[in-house]
């Protein structure tokens, strides 16, 4: 006991001393090398004087050099009769453990190779990558002819299928772009584990299994193999080298500084791996850029394999099927190839990413790598001629496949160089809990989105088919961050400068110029004006409609805010967004179709919902009705919800809660009397009931009944309310209206309850701003601040003691900040004066930063 105690001891002095060693912890291959060594020494130190009648063999990363510090330690007992050596195997183990090498063992059989291929083709695929470590060596060679001979052209197509199927579905469950922004090292597209997979499928193919023993990783050994094979070239070679081990140096820095297993890099770990690779407090968001490179060098490598290996399963394509496109290319079964061994211009890359385009084609693998190679000796050398944009005109006026070609061109490289302007795009990200992708990738997942409208039976679907040639609204959308990586504030208007002097490069007309840059400069508008303004407001519609001067600027800005929102990440884009959106495109269409004014069409819109005889015919729902000064109400709520609240109105209960769903959202609207602090006080009890609160809408009749619905989510899934919630919700806000609730005490007690959750989510400190804007009946207050839970409460509870009355309130959420819109009288019915603007601003914001 003595003895396996001072082993254990010698051993976490030996592995502290490795990853102490900040020289060694920067080198990948070093660090996992060693440290698989020091494992294999201490193993051998405790089994080597065993006499045991089996192969214990290295597997997962251990077999492949490739430890991370909290890796687990995978072995494999490899034995003719288990139950022959359970003993052996048992006490070996019990060893391992008492010495503190924590291992995760398996024992197998000659029977289970042939069981795992017919049921378990994961448990399969683990005996190609064992590595020999103690036992018969004779036995261990034998088991590795078994599982090579039982192979045959049947099982290798169904291997491989399945590995495809399963690359798609870890893409889908970890995301499936290699710039997602808080990968999975591991598991996100261009992690490591695509290129383990690709490698098996080597493997498997080839029917081979890599038993070199030599003090490298698995992965330069497999490296070394493709060039041998002249599948890849020394050049992509060290480029794959130095991209893997960046990856596997970022999973190594994650595993030391968690201090356990980790493989989600969150924003958190990148600056803190940053700083410990060199880069200052100013540029550590360097290193993301050459990680997402990294990534996206390997998600290419691994795409082009698989690709190789999916285009071999369907057997060969007879030669008379080929046809000519050009004297330089032909296409063969909707792949692409090039005829001669040559490098390539930019014009003659552009001109096969058209034809790639026109004919939904892919490239085979020889052509892929010319056009890389080629577009890298182009930029290495920077000797760039300007390219012919004949052909990236043509392809923005196919019909079909904008958004894939264009995202192929990005991730061969040949974007950036096309258009020098979009390679600051690259790898440029915003930290934050809503944005999901860096720049470039957000900006071709739009593309997409956008293509995804066709033959779509919606508004966005009916206007996208409306326009015939679109590349000026996919132009627009591929140019509309453009300027980000120079300044994140005002990014529109330096992209409407930008867009001129590309789209002039690119040889486009005067008024094609015109339209884009509108378009860019005017990208934030509708989204600003839709999700933060009350679209039953005439001076809001009237201010939006006045910066168009056709209806074709409004289609397309229509069509580019949608795109914009939705490729941010799933959770920005919901139906509530959308329903207001498209209720802002519809009255402004209306408005400018009809020459109407925003008072003109409310008017309209009025008169035609109160001469609805549900309301006309009931002289008490009219009477209601005319006593709301706000048509919103008229459209917020339908006919019968309308005749709900009169009746509860009638029955003189002093408060009446009720629940609906729609559009995502739980919608709880209060009817009570109003007082001074109502609304801080209803959001109060609405946060301590763990909601969300994504807007607020007020309507108060003449005779001082309120009318207050809120949309809210739940805060932990940020969906709609379980029923069984609504018990507790109705008793808060009870509670709260009749001052029986300690509201900052009950925030104590929620905050602890979501401390965890809450800085998960809610990371950046991002300063507060405050703007004022003058409307003709209102002053809009414009609040930008990081979000926290019970923001909305301490903001509407300033605003009750500075004597303000909030008439309608609406939360924008922006990165993981938010941007509450009000609108805002005096107590005596006034706007709020100059004089009062600082005042209120210094007091707003103190009390932001309380709860900060």
Known sequence: MQHSLEIKEQFEVEKKRLFDNKELIQDAFKLCIGYSLLVEEFIFKVLSSKKVDFVLAAAGSFSRRELSPYSDIDLMFITENVSENKKDIEESVSLLWDIGIEISHTVREFSDIDKFLKNDLTSFT??????????????????????????????KARLLNQYFADIKQRHKKYGGSPKVLEPNIKSSAGGLRDFHTVEWIYLIKNNTIIFNQAEITQTELFLIQMEHEKFIDNKAVKRLLKSYELLLAVRNLLHIFSKRRQDRLEFTMQKQIALFLGYTEGSWKEFMFEYFNATNIVYRFSRTLGKKYEEELTGPISEFLSIELDDDYYIKDNIIYIKDERKLTLSEVMRVFYYRGLHRARFGQHLRSVII???LEIEESEQYSLPSSVFFRELLKLPHNIGETLSIMNSLGVL????????????????????????????????????????????????FDSIKVKDMLYLSVLLHDIAKPISISGHEIIGAEMAETILGHLGYGADDIELVQFLVKNHLVMEQFALRRNLNDPETLDDFVSIFSNITELNYLYLLTFTDLSAVSPMVWTNWKSDLLEELYSKSLAMLNDKLTGEDLLHKNTLAMISDPQIANNHAVESHVESIDDVGYLQLYTHEEIKEH??????????????????????????????????????????????????????TRKDGIVIDSFNVTDFRTNKIINAEKYSSIKKNIIAALQNELHLVEEFKKTKSRWWRLENKLFKQKNKVEIDFEEYDKYSIIDIHSPDKIGLLYQITNKMNELGLVVYFARVATKSDDVVDAFYVLDRNGNKITEADKDLITLELKLSIDEIL
Request: hydrophobic share 35%.
């Open 373 to 375: 190679n080629s577009t």
């Open 416 to 463: 950036g160089a096309f258009l020098p302007e979009f390679r600051e795009l690259i790898g440029f990200f915003q930290p934050g809990v809503y944005h999901c992708y860096t720049a470039d990738e957000h900006t071709l997942i739009a593309l997409k989105n956008l293509e995804k409208l066709r033959s779509q039976e919606t508004t966005l679907g009916k206007i």
């Open 126 to 155: 683990q005996f190609f990558e064992t590595r020999f470590l103690f036992g018969n060596k004779d036995f261990y060679k034998k088991w590795n002819n078994k599982i090579l001979s039982v192979l045959n052209e049947k099982h």
């Open 646 to 699: 009169v009746k509860k109105i009638e029955e003189g209960n002093s408060v009446s809660i009720s629940f609906n769903h729609a559009n995502g959202f739980t919608n709880i609207t209060i009817i009570t009397k109003d007082f001074p602090s109502l609304l801080s006080r209803l959001c109060g009890s609405l946060s301590i009931s763990d909601l969300n609160i994504h807007d607020a809408k007020i309507f």
